[in-house]
RNA sequence: GGGCGGGUAGCUCAGUGGUUAGAGCCCUCGGCUUACACCCGAGUGGUCGCGGGUUCGAGUCCCGCCCCGCCCACCA
C-alpha cells in the first residue's frame, strides 16, 4: 500500500467500478427496503443541504444492503417548472429573443435540449458524493411514464370533482405572468410609506374640496395605487371610537364612489389609524372580507403589472408603481392626503426573477384538500407513518388541520400541461391522452384547444414515491417496494411535498407512500445563516471533496447532525472526516505489513463470509486478555451502531465508530499487538495477525456506509475481497458474536472491565511520569502499586509489569493494602499506583498538589456524609444506589488517608 | 400573535432522574517511539441562560422569565 492515501485517484476509480458491475441494482431476495430520493431541481447543483440529506439516505441504503435486504434507492430529477424555464430565457435573452419569439413548441424543444446538455450536472455529483443509488431506476418528472400518472391522477380528480378552477386571489409574477404558490414567495424587508387619506362620511360631508370635509375618517393605506379597486372600508367591530360609522357609507376619493363601513374582526385596532380599505381584488385578506361581506371585486390591473381600465382613465396604461405616485398626487392635490409617514414592512418577492409580487384575482385550478387531508392525517395518528424525531408529527397535524385548497395552475409553459379540453362548442373534460374528437358533439381535433396552462411542479412530486416504480400500471417494482421505507428530507418541505405524498399515496395506491420521515435539519454557517447563493456563505460540497474527499465530507457530517437540529459547520470541521480516513489508512498499512509476514495468511477468510473460517484466530495458545478486550469492544461497538441507526442517530452511530477505530483498536490495541508483532513466537504472531484481520475486518465494514471509498480500497489492497469485482458494500455486515464462540474465546463485561481498568492504571503511570516536573531522563523510577485486595495482588502484578516495559520503568514492587506514601501517585479502579524514585523530587510542588486532592477529596467526602446521614435517602432511594454509595465513603476515606500520610512524609 | 427548537468548557456539540457533567477542535506541556506529526502521550479549562418548584437526589421533570434561531399567520 501506498504511504499516502490518495482519495482523489481512488473516489475516482470506485464509483464506475461500482455503477458497470451493477453494485447498487436490488438484489431481489430478501426483505425490500426502498427509498426514493427527494428529487433536486434539474438545474440545480449540489449544495450542502444535498450532501446532508443524499449522505444519510446512502448511509441507510448501504446499511441495508449490508444487512441483506434487498435495497432499492431510486435517484431522479425534477423539471422544476419556473426555475427551468428561467434558465432557458435567459440564455435566450443573451441571442436577443423572448420565448414568445420562438413559440411554445419550439421553446419546449429549447428547454428539453438545454436539460439534455447541462441537466445531469447533479446526478453527476451524486455519484462524486458516492451515493449508491440505482441509475437503472432513474427518473425525471418530465418523463413519459411520470407524465402518464399525472395525467391520469389529474383526470381521476376532475371527474371526482377533487379538482376545480375558481377565481381567486392568488400571488402574481407580473414579469414571470404567472400565479406562483405561497411558497415561491420570498419576504424581504422594505422601506415603504404609510399614506393617511381622507375618506368623506357621506350624509355629512359639507363640501366638494377636501379641505372643506368637516366629517371624514382617515384611513392609512402602503398601497394607495390599488384604492380605485376599493369596495368598502373596515373597522374592528368592538371599537368603539368607530361605533358610529357602523352602517354608514363613505366617498372613495378620486372616484366619487359610496362604499359602506363595515365591521370586520380581520381590522387590528392599534395599526395605524384602526380603518382599512377593503380591496378584495388586490389583496388576500381583503378578498375573504369581500368574501364575507359579499363585496363586488373590481380587478384594477393588468397580468403584466400595468393599470387597466377599471382603475380610471387618467390611470389605464400606467406601470402600478408609477400609478402610486400619480394616485399620491392626485389625492394631495384633491386635498385627501392628509400626511405620510415612513413604514417598514414585508414585501413579497417573487423566488426566481425577484420581481414584487402582486396580489390578482384570477381563474386558477385548485385542488380540493380537506377530502384528502382525512386519510393522511389517520395514517400518522394510527403509526402506519412514524415521524423522527417525534415532534414533527405536530407540525403536520397543525398544517393539516388548517389546509387550504391548493392552486395547482401556473401560466408557464415549462410543465405537464393541464390535460383539460374544450371544444368550440363549450363542452369540457378532462382526458389522459389528447383527444381527437370532442366526448359529446363529435367536434373535430381542429376545433377542440387544450388549457395553456402547466400544473404545478409539486404536482408531480407528489407521486414520485409510486410514480417512479411504474404507476398507473401495475408493476413488479410496484408490488414490491412499494411502500418504500425511508423518505429522508429537511423540515421546511414537510408541507408541501411530505403532506402531499402522504396524501396521494393513500388517494391513489391506498396505501401510505413511507413508513418513515426522517427529518434532518438545515445546513447552516458557523454565523448561523441558512446557506446561500445570495449571501455568498455556501461551502461547496464539490470544493470539500475535492480539498478532503468524500468521504470526509460525508463522515464529517454524519458525526455532526443530530435528528432535526440544524447542522452548523465551517470549512476546517471536515478535517475531522479527512483524518479518520488517513488513521485508518495507516492501520491497514500497519495490518498489511505484518501480515505479509505471516505464510499463507488470507485476509479473505476474515472478510465476514459465511462458514466463519478463522484459521489463526484460535490456533495455538489462548487468547490474551487484550485480544478478548478488542473482540468484546468490537461487539459493543457494533450494538452501538446498530441501535443508533436503527433510531437514525448517525452521529452516534459515527463516533461509536470513530471512537473503536480510534481509541480503542488504534490507541490499544495495536501499540498492545507490537510486543508480540515484533516477539519471536511465530505462532502467536500468526495468531495476533487473525485477531487484527478479524477486527479491523469488521471496522471497515462498520465505517463503509460513512467512508464507502476508503473502505472499498482497503478492502481490496488487504485482500478482504477475493476478486476486483467483489465490493464491499456487498459484504455482510458484521453480526455480533455467537455465544459459543463468545464462551470459547473468552469474551465477556468482565474481561472489558477488567481490561478497561488496566487501561486506567497505565494511563496513571504515564500521567505519573509526565506530571513529574523535577523528572530527568537520567532519573531512575520504579512502580510500586497497592492493591486494593489481596485477590487483585496477584493479577495486579503481571499488570504492572507490562506497564513498567510500556514506560520504561526499572522495576515493580506490589503491596496489598498498603498506604503508600512519600510518593506521587494515581489510583485507579485496580489499585493505587505510585512511582519510587531515585533522583530528585520537588517536595514543595508535590506537597502542593497533595493539599489540593485532600481538600477536593474532603469536599467529596462531606456530600457522600450528607447523604448517607438523610433518613429519607436512607429509606427511599434504591438499595443499589445507597450501596453505591457506602463503598464511595470506604474509598474516599482511604484516598484522604492515603494523601495525608503522603502529606504527612513530606514535611 | 401562534407553534417549535436551542442556550452545557474559548469554539462545535453529546448527555436515558443516580458516583466527582463528557467528546472533538482550540490552547499549554512533553515526544519525529520502526502504521500514522492529517500523529502519540499528558494537562488547563464548567455559578449546565436566570428564578422558583417537585424529589432522598435535577444539566435531565414542572412553572415563570430572559436571550438566539426556525416555522406558520400577519403587518392595511
Given at each position: 500500500m501506498d504511504k499516502h492515501y490518495d482519495p482523489k485517484a481512488v473516489e475516482a476509480k470506485w464509483y464506475p467500478i461500482?455503477?458497470?458491475?451493477?453494485?447498487?441494482?436490488?438484489?431481489?431476495?430478501?426483505?425490500?427496503?426502498?427509498?426514493?430520493?427527494?428529487?433536486?431541481?434539474?438545474?440545480?447543483?449540489?449544495?450542502?443541504?444535498?450532501?446532508?440529506?443524499?449522505?444519510?439516505?446512502?448511509?441507510?441504503?448501504?446499511?441495508?444492503?449490508?444487512?441483506?435486504?434487498?435495497?432499492?434507492?431510486?435517484?431522479?430529477?425534477?423539471?422544476?417548472?419556473?426555475?427551468?424555464?428561467?434558465?432557458?430565457?435567459?440564455?435566450?435573452?443573451?441571442?436577443?429573443?423572448?420565448?414568445?419569439?420562438?413559440?411554445?413548441?419550439?421553446?419546449?424543444?429549447?428547454?428539453?435540449?438545454?436539460?439534455?446538455?447541462?441537466?445531469?450536472?447533479?446526478?453527476?455529483?451524486?455519484?462524486?458524493?458516492?451515493?449508491?443509488?440505482?441509475?437503472?431506476?432513474?427518473?425525471?418528472?418530465?418523463?413519459?411514464?411520470?407524465?402518464?400518472?399525472?395525467?391520469?391522477?389529474?383526470?381521476?380528480?376532475?371527474?371526482?370533482?377533487?379538482?376545480?378552477?375558481?377565481?381567486?386571489?392568488?400571488?402574481?409574477?407580473?414579469?414571470?405572468?404567472?400565479?406562483?404558490?405561497?411558497?415561491?414567495?420570498?419576504?424581504?424587508?422594505?422601506?415603504?410609506?404609510?399614506?393617511?387619506?381622507?375618506?368623506?362620511?357621506?350624509?355629512?360631508?359639507?363640501?366638494?374640496?377636501?379641505?372643506?370635509?368637516?366629517?371624514?375618517?382617515?384611513?392609512?393605506?402602503?398601497?394607495?395605487?390599488?384604492?380605485?379597486?376599493?369596495?368598502?372600508?373596515?373597522?374592528?367591530?368592538?371599537?368603539?371610537?368607530?361605533?358610529?360609522?357602523?352602517?354608514?357609507?363613505?366617498?372613495?376619493?378620486?372616484?366619487?364612489?359610496?362604499?359602506?363601513?363595515?365591521?370586520?374582526?380581520?381590522?387590528?385596532?392599534?395599526?395605524?389609524?384602526?380603518?382599512?380599505?377593503?380591496?378584495?381584488?388586490?389583496?388576500?385578506?381583503?378578498?375573504?372580507?369581500?368574501?364575507?361581506?359579499?363585496?363586488?371585486?373590481?380587478?384594477?390591473?393588468?397580468?403584466?403589472?400595468?393599470?387597466?381600465?377599471?382603475?380610471?382613465?387618467?390611470?389605464?396604461?400606467?406601470?402600478?408603481?408609477?400609478?402610486?405616485?400619480?394616485?399620491?398626487?392626485?389625492?394631495?392635490?384633491?386635498?385627501?392626503?392628509?400626511?405620510?409617514?415612513?413604514?417598514?414592512?414585508?414585501?413579497?418577492?417573487?423566488?426566481?426573477?425577484?420581481?414584487?409580487?402582486?396580489?390578482?384575482?384570477?381563474?386558477?385550478?385548485?385542488?380540493?384538500?380537506?377530502p384528502l387531508a382525512e386519510k393522511a392525517m389517520e395514517v400518522v395518528r394510527d403509526g402506519r407513518i412514524v415521524f423522527t424525531p417525534k415532534r414533527y408529527e405536530n407540525t403536520y397535524f397543525n398544517w393539516m388541520e388548517n389546509i387550504r385548497d391548493w392552486c395547482i395552475s401556473r401560466q408557464i409553459w415549462w410543465g405537464h400541461r393541464i390535460p383539460v379540453y374544450t371544444c368550440e362548442c363549450g363542452h369540457e373534460w378532462a382526458a389522459t391522452e389528447k383527444p381527437s374528437v370532442c366526448p359529446k358533439c363529435d367536434a373535430g381535433a381542429d376545433k377542440i384547444t387544450q388549457d395553456p396552462d402547466v400544473l404545478d411542479t409539486w404536482f408531480s412530486s407528489w407521486l414520485w414515491p409510486f410514480s417512479t416504480l411504474g404507476w398507473p400500471d401495475k408493476t413488479a417494482d410496484l408490488a414490491r417496494y412499494y411502500p418504500t421505507t425511508d423518505l429522508c428530507t429537511a423540515p421546511d418541505i414537510i408541507f408541501f411535498w411530505v403532506a402531499r405524498m402522504i396524501m396521494a399515496g393513500c388517494r391513489f395506491m391506498d396505501d401510505v407512500p413511507f413508513r418513515n420521515v426522517v427529518l434532518h435539519g438545515v445546513v447552516r454557517d458557523a454565523q448561523g445563516r441558512k446557506m446561500s447563493k445570495s449571501l455568498g456563505n455556501s461551502l461547496d460540497p464539490l470544493e470539500i471533496i475535492g480539498k478532503y474527499s468524500a468521504d470526509a465530507l460525508r463522515f464529517t457530517l454524519m458525526q455532526t447532525t443530530s435528528p432535526g437540529i440544524d447542522v452548523f459547520i465551517s470549512m476546517d470541521k471536515f478535517e475531522i472526516g479527512r483524518n479518520f480516513g488517513t488513521k485508518i489508512w495507516n492501520a491497514a498499512r500497519f495490518i498489511q505489513m505484518h501480515a505479509q509476514k505471516v505464510e499463507g495468511f488470507s485476509f479473505a477468510d476474515y472478510a465476514g463470509g459465511s462458514g466463519g473460517c478463522k484459521p489463526h484466530v484460535g490456533a495455538g495458545t489462548a487468547l490474551s486478555l487484550d485480544d478478548r478486550h478488542i473482540l468484546a469492544t468490537a461487539d459493543a461497538a457494533l450494538a452501538a451502531m446498530d441501535t443508533a441507526l436503527a433510531g437514525y442517530r448517525f452521529q452516534d452511530a459515527a463516533l461509536a465508530a470513530y471512537d473503536f477505530v480510534w481509541s480503542q483498536f488504534c490507541d490499544w490495541y495495536l501499540e498492545e499487538a507490537k510486543r508480540d508483532l515484533y516477539g519471536d513466537d511465530p505462532a502467536r504472531r500468526a495468531q495476533v495477525v487473525g485477531i487484527l484481520a478479524e477486527v479491523f475486518g469488521r471496522a471497515l465494514r462498520m465505517i463503509h456506509p460513512f467512508m464507502p471509498f476508503v473502505t472499498e480500497e482497503i478492502w481490496h489492497q488487504l485482500g478482504y475481497a477475493s476478486s476486483d469485482e467483489e465490493t464491499i458494500s456487498h459484504a455482510p455486515w458484521p453480526k455480533p458474536f455467537a455465544a459459543e464462540q463468545k464462551a470459547a474465546w473468552g469474551i465477556d463485561e468482565d474481561v472489558r472491565a477488567y481490561v478497561n481498568a488496566r487501561h486506567d492504571l497505565i494511563t496513571a503511570g504515564r500521567a505519573l511520569r509526565s506530571s513529574i516536573s523535577a523528572l530527568k531522563p537520567s532519573?531512575?523510577?520504579?512502580?510500586?502499586?497497592?492493591?486494593?485486595?489481596?485477590?487483585?495482588?496477584?493479577?495486579?502484578?503481571?499488570?504492572?509489569?507490562?506497564?513498567?516495559?510500556?514506560?520504561?520503568?526499572?522495576?515493580?514492587?506490589?503491596?496489598?493494602?498498603?498506604?503508600?506514601?512519600?510518593?506521587?501517585?494515581?489510583?485507579?479502579?485496580?489499585?493505587?499506583?505510585?512511582?519510587?524514585?531515585?533522583?530528585?523530587?520537588?517536595?514543595?510542588?508535590?506537597?502542593?498538589?497533595?493539599?489540593?486532592?485532600?481538600?477536593?477529596?474532603?469536599?467529596?467526602?462531606?456530600?457522600?456524609?450528607a447523604k448517607l446521614g438523610n433518613e429519607t435517602f436512607l429509606g427511599k432511594a434504591p438499595a443499589a444506589i445507597v450501596e453505591q454509595q457506602k463503598a464511595r465513603k470506604e474509598e474516599l476515606l482511604a484516598d484522604l488517608a492515603r494523601k495525608r500520610a503522603l502529606l504527612v512524609s513530606l514535611g
Open positions: 461500482w455503477e458497470n458491475t451493477g453494485a447498487f441494482k436490488p438484489s431481489g431476495t430478501g426483505k425490500p427496503y426502498s427509498v426514493v430520493i427527494p428529487p433536486p431541481n434539474v438545474t440545480g447543483i449540489l449544495h450542502m443541504g444535498h450532501a446532508l440529506n443524499d449522505t444519510i439516505q446512502d448511509v441507510l441504503v448501504r446499511w441495508h444492503r449490508m444487512r441483506g435486504d434487498d435495497t432499492l434507492w431510486v435517484p431522479g430529477t425534477d423539471h422544476a417548472g419556473i426555475a427551468t424555464q428561467n434558465v432557458v430565457e435567459k440564455a435566450l435573452r443573451k441571442e436577443g429573443k423572448r420565448r414568445q419569439d420562438l413559440g411554445r413548441e419550439a421553446f419546449i424543444e429549447r428547454v428539453w435540449e438545454w436539460k439534455k446538455q447541462y441537466g445531469g450536472t447533479i446526478v453527476k455529483q451524486l455519484r462524486a458524493l458516492g451515493c449508491s443509488c440505482d441509475w437503472s431506476h432513474e427518473r425525471f418528472t418530465m418523463d413519459e411514464g411520470l407524465s402518464r400518472a399525472v395525467a391520469e391522477v389529474f383526470t381521476e380528480m376532475y371527474e371526482k370533482d377533487l379538482v376545480y378552477r375558481g377565481n381567486y386571489i392568488v400571488n402574481w409574477c407580473p414579469r414571470c405572468g404567472t400565479a406562483l404558490a405561497d411558497d415561491e414567495i420570498e419576504h424581504e424587508p422594505n422601506h415603504g410609506h404609510l399614506w393617511y387619506v381622507r375618506y368623506p362620511v357621506v350624509g355629512s360631508a359639507l363640501g366638494v374640496k377636501g379641505e372643506a370635509y368637516q366629517d371624514y375618517i382617515m384611513v392609512a393605506t402602503t398601497r394607495p395605487e390599488t384604492l380605485p379597486g376599493d369596495t368598502a372600508v373596515a373597522v374592528n367591530p368592538k371599537d368603539e371610537r368607530y361605533l358610529h360609522l357602523h352602517g354608514k357609507t363613505v366617498i372613495l376619493p378620486l372616484t366619487g364612489r359610496e362604499i359602506p363601513v363595515l365591521p370586520d374582526d380581520y381590522v387590528e385596532r392599534e395599526f395605524g389609524t384602526g380603518i382599512v380599505k377593503i380591496t378584495p381584488a388586490h389583496d388576500p385578506n381583503d378578498f375573504l372580507v369581500g368574501k364575507r361581506h359579499g363585496l363586488e371585486e373590481i380587478n384594477i390591473m393588468n397580468g403584466d403589472g400595468t393599470m387597466n381600465e377599471l382603475a380610471g382613465a387618467a390611470y389605464a396604461g400606467l406601470d402600478r408603481f408609477a400609478c402610486r405616485e400619480k394616485i399620491v398626487a392626485d389625492l394631495d392635490v384633491g386635498g385627501f392626503l392628509d400626511h405620510v409617514e415612513d413604514y417598514d414592512n414585508q414585501v413579497g418577492h417573487c423566488y426566481r426573477c425577484h420581481t414584487v409580487v402582486e396580489s390578482r384575482l384570477s381563474k386558477q385550478w385548485f385542488v380540493r384538500m380537506k532519573d531512575k523510577v520504579a512502580f510500586v502499586v497497592s492493591a486494593k485486595t489481596a485477590e487483585a495482588a496477584d493479577r495486579l502484578r503481571a499488570e504492572t509489569e507490562s506497564l513498567a516495559g510500556f514506560l520504561g520503568a526499572s522495576g515493580v514492587e506490589v503491596l496489598c493494602g498498603e498506604t503508600l506514601s512519600g510518593m506521587p501517585s494515581a489510583d485507579t479502579a485496580l489499585g493505587t499506583v505510585a512511582l519510587k524514585l531515585e533522583g530528585s523530587v520537588d517536595a514543595e510542588a508535590e506537597k502542593k498538589k497533595a493539599q489540593e486532592e485532600i481538600a477536593k477529596l474532603e469536599g467529596f467526602l462531606r456530600t457522600v456524609e
